[in-house]
């Protein structure tokens, strides 16, 4: 596959970079659907991140959890690759290809509404690049530490631009206090080039503790100071739309109360994964569909 010019270049410099973005965030800003208004759509261009609070009615969240936990017990103890275990553990972190492998969740993927405000903001129809359910149970659930998403993805899978976004519904309630989702607003508006040549097979270790594509301190510095850190909050059945390459990340979960969510990631069929940018070869169908 012939492979397009980069033009947002990572480890491949000794020095990590900022890097201005060269793309869109909105891609239609003349509205074509009903569940969001200007206004919403003028935050999410300018913060990089929506958050709708109890988009989902009571009794889908009631389903929601029921089909997570049977998710959570059909996955204990598995040998399938879709499913990552926590660092040094053996409770499950995330389960994989969900929007394939699993009816609900399938189903879930295709929400008629999410659909229609994911094509108003990436301007063009869309297909699942990756879809997982990430556990964090109480007292024992792991962080993930600050990252772009779209750093791994042009890194190691090949998207060539930034037009893709990531919806995450919230299976059990977040809070302040279980490990919420933080975001830096207008950090998308910066690419932070990372230092460090991709390892064969990196995606083996980095699904469960990341080390490669981390933003070194001093950028992240810089962008907290110019947007701050927010923390989107709300009950079960809220949705948190963000922009592929805001920064972003969570804390450890050392409070009783379990979180989990639903993690799917909408690329514009306008932007096709080439090979991967900085990486040996694409990471597996299960993690980047291609």
């Known amino acids: 596959m012939k492979q397009l010019v980069d033009v947002y270049p990572t480890?491949?410099?000794?020095?990590?970079?900022?890097?201005?973005?060269?793309?869109?965030?909105?891609y239609q800003s003349r509205l074509n659907q009903s569940e969001i208004g200007t206004d919403e759509l003028s935050f999410y261009e300018q913060n990089?991140?929506?958050?709708?609070?109890?988009?989902?009615?009571?009794?889908?969240?009631?389903?929601?959890?029921?089909?997570?936990?049977?998710?959570?017990?059909?996955?204990?103890?598995?040998?399938r690759p879709e499913v990552i275990l926590e660092p040094e553990g053996e409770e499950v972190r995330s389960v994989f290809a969900v929007h394939k492998d699993d009816v609900f969740f399938q189903k879930l993927a295709n929400s008629p509404r999410l659909l229609a405000i994911v094509k108003q903001i990436l301007g063009?129809?869309?297909?699942?690049?990756?879809?997982?359910?990430?556990?964090?149970?109480?007292?024992?659930g792991k962080e993930f530490y600050w990252h772009s998403d779209f750093e791994t993805w042009?890194?190691?899978?090949?998207?060539?631009?930034?037009?893709?976004?990531?919806?995450?519904?919230?299976?059990?309630?977040?809070?302040?206090?279980n490990g919420a989702l933080m975001i830096i607003p207008g950090s998308h508006q910066w690419f932070v080039s990372c230092v460090g040549e991709t390892p064969e097979?990196?995606?083996?270790?980095?699904?469960r503790r990341q080390e490669y594509g981390v933003p070194d301190q001093e950028s992240l510095t810089k962008l907290v100071q110019q947007g701050g850190i927010n923390m989107p909050t709300g009950k079960a059945g809220s949705v948190l739309l963000f922009d592929c390459n805001v920064m972003h990340g969570s804390s450890a979960n050392i409070s009783p109360y379990p979180r989990s969510n639903a993690f799917f990631v909408y690329n514009s069929v306008e932007n096709k994964l080439e090979d991967?940018?900085?990486?040996?070869?694409?990471?597996?169908d299960y993690i980047a569909t291609r």
Do not use: W
């Open 154 to 177: 042009h890194a190691e899978d090949g998207m060539p631009r930034m037009r893709a976004l990531s919806c995450s519904i919230a299976l059990e309630d977040n809070n302040i206090y």
């Open 48 to 79: 990089g991140y929506l958050f709708l609070e109890s988009f989902f009615q009571e009794e889908e969240v009631e389903e929601f959890k029921q089909e997570t936990k049977r998710l959570l017990t059909e996955s204990r103890g598995s040998d």
């Open 276 to 284: 991967p940018f900085a990486s040996q070869k694409p990471r597996p």
């Open 201 to 207: 097979d990196h995606f083996k270790d980095s699904l």
């Open 124 to 140: 063009s129809d869309v297909y699942i690049h990756q879809s997982r359910i990430n556990f964090k149970p109480g007292f024992t």
């Open 11 to 26: 480890r491949k410099s000794s020095e990590p970079a900022l890097l201005e973005r060269k793309d869109p965030v909105v």
